[in-house]
Structure formats: C-alpha cells, structure tokens
Nanobody, 125 residues
Framework: QVQLVESGGGLVQAGGSLRLSCAAS????????MGWFRQAPGKELEFVAA????????YYATSVKGRFTASRDNAKNTVYLQMNSLKPEDTAVYYC??????????????????WGQGTQVTVSS
C-alpha cells in the first residue's frame, strides 16, 4: 500500500506561482509512475501531468504545457508540481496518483492505483 499526501495548495492571484508536493509513505515511489489530476467544481476529473518512475519522461495536458513542471525526488519519496503563470481556470482540487504502469502519456485515471486526498488551488483574477 502507498499513502499519498498532497500539500502546497492555497489562494494565489492570477499570474502567480505555487508548488504542490506529494509525499508518499508505505512504499518507495521509485517503482511508480506518478500523475497529477485536477477537478474543478461541477467538472470531471482532468489529467494535468505525468512523470515516469525515473523522472526522465514527463507529459502534460495542453492547457498547462509550458506553465507547469512535474518533477520527483525518489530519495525523498516526493513528487512535485511547479505551477507558474496561474490562471483562474486552474482553480481546482489537485490530486496526485501513483501507477505501477501507465499507458501512453498517463492520461487515463484508471491506470492509477493509489490516490491522495487532494489539495485546493484557488486562483483569483
């Protein structure tokens, strides 16, 4: 079992930055690909980013490409999502998730085996 805990969310003005962290316990994350998803009120869960277990490959949703950066520190059992140039439409609850094996670019939420509880990101205009 892997327990995931997100942190770093909050309220920020448009154009600002936040860095989300996802800390794991129970098992090493080094064997898992990791994904970030988000869900805005009244909307479906949306893929944001994914990173391979080595960190050598990253994938992004078109809406965040160039603004968000996924990274990981396997020694700290933590993954990160650096979010820059935030927009009001980025407002959502952000979740990290761990997958034994993702398919394609890691966009499918049903590829993921473990999920965190989420952290709220609110971007004001």
């Amino acid at each position: 079992q892997v327990q995931l805990v997100e942190s770093g969310g909050g309220l920020v003005q448009a154009g600002g930055s936040l860095r989300l962290s996802c800390a794991a316990s129970g098992r090493s994350l080094s064997s898992y690909a990791m994904g970030w998803f988000r869900q805005a009120p009244g909307k479906e869960l949306e893929f944001v980013a994914a990173i391979s277990w080595t960190g050598g490959s990253t994938y992004y949703a078109t809406s965040v490409k160039g603004r968000f950066t996924a990274s990981r520190d396997n020694a700290k059992n933590t993954v990160y999502l650096q979010m820059n140039s935030l927009k009001p439409e980025d407002t959502a609850v952000y979740y990290c998730a761990a997958s034994v094996q993702i398919t394609g670019r890691g966009q499918r939420d049903d590829d993921y085996d473990y999920w965190g509880q989420g952290t709220q990101v609110t971007v004001s205009s």
